[in-house]
T-cell receptor
Framework: NAGVTQTPKFQVLKTGQSMTLQCAQDMNHEYMSWYRQDPGMGLRLIHYSVGAGITDQGEVPNGYNVSRSTTEDFPLRLLSAAPSQTSVYFC???????????FGPGTRLTVT | QQQVKQSPQSLIVQKGGISIINCAYENTAFDYFPWYQQFPGKGPALLIAIRPDVSEKKEGRFTISFNKSAKQFSLHIMDSQPGDSATYFCAASIEGGSEKLVFGKGTKLTVNP
């Protein structure tokens, strides 16, 4: 199993550009989530999904969109990037009922 | 609103010493308390977790102590090693809360040789 994979590893955007951060898992986990990690702020939940077709907002959802068309994939979209979205983004998945989250390696995003 | 408060922000320990990281929470609906370990450039990984029906859980050199009345829990790393140098996050979750975790802000542990 590859576990949770994220692409790209690094990305630089200009203000106003859009992009999609990809996340995939091959463990058949129903629950998937996106976090951002900023220095001194810990991990903050952006969006999450409890299964295909179901998504919901987390603590810091503004500026981000998600969709979940398959169990395996959970992409995160930035429609109009802002410097405040400079961060490291982590995707995680969890088998339903365990609350044991498996994290991907992260995407480091810089918005200039 | 910070629902899980973690301290200290950073910690330096000598090899062989005990590392102690503390977390406190307010929401009594939390019923699952994991600790994650993160090495530089990597994603966090689950280290150990506890539920409030026990006061302590030990896995190797890592122990969680849980005080339900004080709404506090802590991670103890015995015989700390340089390879334990990492950032540690405590977290909390509510049963039926869609698997969501609320994280503390993290503690950067450095173990000197």
């Amino acid at each position: 199993n590859a576990g949770v994979t994220q692409t790209p590893k690094f990305q630089v955007l200009k203000t106003g550009q859009s992009m999609t951060l990809q996340c995939a898992q091959d463990m058949n986990h129903e629950y998937m989530s996106w976090y951002r990690q900023d220095p001194g702020m810990g991990l903050r939940l952006i969006h999450y999904s409890v299964g295909a077709g179901i998504t919901d907002q987390g603590e810091v959802p503004n500026g981000y969109n998600v969709s979940r068309s398959t169990t395996e994939d959970f992409p995160l979209r930035l429609l109009s990037a802002a410097p405040s979205q400079t961060s490291v983004y982590f995707c995680a998945s969890s088998p339903t009922g365990t609350r044991e989250q498996y994290f991907g390696p992260g995407t480091r995003l810089t918005v200039t | 609103q910070q629902q899980v408060k973690q301290s200290p922000q950073s910690l330096i320990v000598q090899k062989g010493g005990i590392s102690i990281i503390n977390c406190a929470y307010e929401n009594t609906a939390f019923d699952y308390f994991p600790w994650y370990q993160q090495f530089p450039g990597k994603g966090p990984a689950l280290l150990i977790a506890i539920r409030p029906d026990v006061s302590e859980k030990k896995e190797g050199r890592f122990t969680i102590s849980f005080n339900k009345s004080a709404k506090q829990f802590s991670l103890h790393i015995m015989d700390s090693q340089p390879g334990d140098s990492a950032t540690y996050f405590c977290a909390a979750s509510i049963e039926g809360g869609s698997e969501k975790l609320v994280f503390g802000k993290g503690t950067k542990l450095t173990v000197n040789p």
